[in-house]
Each structure stands twice: as structure tokens, then as C-alpha cells.
């Protein structure tokens, strides 16, 4: 029956009622669906009809369970059972995400647009933090509901590359680091050297001064400070992107920000 298979012009047009006591119908307003539907769908009297639907068998695989007639207002009105039908649903949108959306009354006419999402990460040596995890959330909703309607969407994570509390990281690794740990929990091992730094940095007059020291090199871009930043930096930010790949989440790109600008 063609009448079933217009499924993009009925959604728009059928009204659902909802029960405590009983299950889910649906209503197709019989006015509406002769305005909408074509004569080759060879429709007959709103009787006819449900007679010749529910001759088809019920309850169907997509479970509706009966087929009746409401005379006020006139409509056809399809049973449904709640479990099968919402099964039935969840299947067909997660088989179909990429064109549901865009095939969608909801979003008729909308133009694809280029749109630019950003996020927060933790700057280099901090630990994340339930505020990164809303950020990046909250980006990755909005960036997957646009796509799915079908704009062209890039991910950005902004990360926070260095500055005096950087220098003070790396610092504190070249007095107290170990590079033979690296290979086993390089960050649990970072994270306690970046402790243990701040600590000296507040007690230590002498580690204050090296670590003034160090960040002005790195400001100067002194070619073997900033590249043992990098290898730093590189074991953080690995760490950071297995925590977000373990709940599903990527981005297109990482930006990184200077919390200084070089000489």
C-alpha cells in the first residue's frame, strides 16, 4: 500500500495520544490524508480502508497491534505496542543517522552552513577536571546535531600550551624527573613532579629563580628548552586524547594557545 510508505509526508500530519492505562495510538486526520495522498493511491471510503489494513494482519512485524476508525474527528487510528514499535524506531534511526535527520520535516529548508565548535582542554601538566568534561559534552552534542542535520562542522579543542607554570613543569623535570619511569606512567609520574615543583617554587628562592630562567628561554625560543617542552607536552597530550577516545570523543583539530607571547 502506498498509503504506508509515505512516511516523510504522514510524519508530518499524524497526532499522538498517549495513555497510562493503555497503549500508544497514533492518528492519521482522514481530511488531511486525502489532500496529501495522490488519487493513484486508489483510496476508498475511511471503512473500506481500515477493513482492507487490518485484512493485511495484525499485529504487524512493526507492531501495531489494531487498526480502528475514529469518527470524531474522522481518522484512521493505529494501535501501537509501545515495546515493539519504539524497538522498531531506535532501529531504523541508528540504521539511517546519516539521512534521517536531513530527510526530516523538521529541518526542511535549512541550509547547510560551515559552523566552527570549540572546547576547552586542561592546559599542559593539569589533570581534567569536570569543567573540561563539560565542555568537550557540550561540543560534541552540538557538533553531532549538526552534522546529522547537515552542516559542515570542525572540532576544536583549545589547549593552553605554555607559560610560567609550564616553566616550572619543566623544571621541576629536570631536577627531579626520572626518564626510566617514563616508560611505564609517564603522566602519574609528570603529575607528581608538577606537585612537587609548585611546592618549590613557593619555598625554594634558588628553584624560583631557575624556573624564571627557564621560562624566559622559552620565550626566547631556545631550541633545547622548547623541544624537552615538547616531549612534556606530547606525554600529557596523549594522555588527554585516550581519556575522551574511552567516551567517544575526537576532534577535527587542536589549537594550541601561547598563555605568552614570544620576544
Avoid at 504522514?10 to 497526532?15: G, Q
Avoid at 480502508?49 to 494482519?57: A, E, S, T, Y
Avoid at 543517522?97 to 552552513?113: D, M, N, R, T
Avoid at 572540532?155 to 609550564?166: F, M, N, P, R, T
Wanted: aromatic share 8%; charged share 25%.
Amino acid at each position: 500500500m502506498n498509503i504506508l510508505q509515505k512516511s516523510n509526508v504522514i510524519s508530518s500530519i499524524v497526532r499522538v495520544n498517549k495513555f497510562k492505562s493503555k497503549e500508544p495510538q497514533l492518528f492519521l486526520p482522514w481530511k488531511t490524508l486525502t489532500h496529501v495522498l495522490s488519487p493513484v493511491d486508489d483510496l476508498r471510503n475511511p471503512a473500506e480502508l481500515v477493513k482492507l489494513l487490518r485484512n493485511q494482519g495484525l499485529p504487524t512485524k512493526e507492531g501495531i497491534i489494531d487498526i480502528t476508525l475514529c469518527k470524531q474527528p474522522l481518522s484512521i487510528v493505529f494501535t501501537v505496542d509501545k515495546h515493539v514499535f519504539s524497538k522498531i524506531v531506535l532501529i531504523d534511526i541508528c540504521a539511517n543517522e546519516e539521512i534521517i535527520a536531513k530527510s526530516s520535516c523538521l529541518f526542511q529548508g535549512v541550509s547547510p552552513k560551515k559552523i566552527l565548535v570549540e572546547s576547552w582542554s586542561p592546559k599542559i601538566g593539569e589533570m581534567i577536571k569536570m569543567s573540561h568534561f563539560r565542555s568537550v559534552i557540550h561540543s560534541n552534542f552540538v557538533t553531532n546535531i549538526s552534522r546529522a542535520v547537515g552542516h559542515d562542522v570542525k572540532k576544536i579543542a583549545h589547549v593552553a600550551d605554555w607559560g610560567l607554570e609550564s616553566a616550572s613543569l619543566l623544571r621541576g623535570f629536570q631536577q627531579f624527573g626520572r626518564k626510566e619511569l617514563l616508560s611505564d606512567n609517564a603522566v602519574e609520574h609528570l603529575f607528581k613532579i608538577s606537585k612537587a615543583a609548585n611546592l618549590h617554587y613557593e619555598n625554594d628562592l634558588t628553584f624560583q629563580n631557575n624556573v624564571k630562567l627557564c621560562y624566559e628561554k622559552m620565550k626566547e625560543g631556545n631550541d633545547e628548552t622548547l623541544s624537552e617542552w615538547n616531549d612534556v607536552k606530547d606525554y600529557f597530550l596523549k594522555h588527554y586524547d585516550s581519556i575522551y577516545e574511552r567516551i567517544g570523543l575526537t576532534f577535527d583539530d587542536r589549537l594550541l594557545i601561547l598563555l605568552i607571547q614570544k620576544k
